[in-house]
């Protein structure tokens, strides 16, 4: 695609439920990065794949956080049992190999756990 | 201590004013500097990308990175409506080493 798209763009869940995000990076990019922005915060790297593998998820704050990528494309990121805290947006960026410094980010997943 | 520390703002100026955005870091051994712009709603988005020390000017923008003090500067000329957004800055060793500034929040007065 011409961007990187996220879906959804907005997630109000209940405390507990599990919350999966979306993110579909600009095709033939390799590399793909999840990282958090929470106010006043920041953004906080979370994960990173080449390809359909994670060498750094060294970010994920427990093991309530998981990811996975698929056909070196699309990318879910999975939170499981969502607690308030986890209220942040979650944005999505990827680049043409990993090589390189310049990240394009979506637009976000915005989450909201009540 | 926070790899990068920025000055939230808000910042308001009147067009045309000359902006400075700020950053202090602390790693001495992170190379690359950056700034991103990020418009409300929206994904951050590189504005200026700086490798070591230096100034790199693009049109109304300028990047300046003091190692001596670890000072990362933007300076924003005739500064237009249009660049209100939340500037963030960046330091690291690649894209899978940055850290970030919480942002400052910009807005440009008509």
């Known amino acids: 695609g011409a961007g990187v798209s996220q879906s959804p763009s907005n997630k109000v869940t209940e405390k507990g439920k599990d919350v999966e995000l979306r993110c579909d990076p600009i095709?033939?990019?390799?590399?793909l990065y999840w990282y958090r922005q929470s106010l006043g915060q920041g953004l906080e790297f979370l994960i990173y794949?080449?390809?359909?593998?994670?060498?750094?998820k060294s970010g994920l704050p427990s093991d309530r956080f998981s990811a996975e990528r698929t056909g070196g494309s699309v990318s879910t990121l999975t939170i499981q049992r969502t607690q308030q805290e986890d209220s942040a947006v979650y944005l999505c960026?990827?680049?043409?190999?990993?090589?390189?410094?310049?990240?394009?980010f979506g637009a976000g997943s915005r989450l909201t756990v009540l | 201590q926070k790899e990068v520390e920025q000055d939230p703002g808000p910042l308001s100026v009147p067009e045309g004013a000359i902006v400075s955005l700020n950053c202090t870091y602390s790693?001495?051994?992170?190379?690359?500097f950056m700034w991103y712009r990020q418009y409300s709603r929206k994904g951050p988005e590189l504005l200026m990308y700086?490798?070591?020390?230096g100034n790199k000017e693009d049109g109304r923008f300028t990047a300046q990175v003091d190692k001596s003090s670890k000072y990362i500067s933007l300076f924003i000329r005739d500064s237009q409506p249009s660049d209100s957004a939340t500037y963030l800055c960046a330091q690291g060793t690649g894209a899978n080493n940055l850290f970030f500034g919480t942002g400052t929040r910009l807005t440009v007065i008509p």
């Open positions: 960026a990827s680049n043409p190999t990993g090589g390189t410094n310049v990240l394009t």
């Open positions: 790693n001495s051994a992170f190379q690359y």
């Open positions: 794949f080449q390809g359909n593998s994670a060498p750094d």
């Open positions: 700086t490798y070591s020390s």
């Open positions: 095709s033939g990019h390799t590399a």
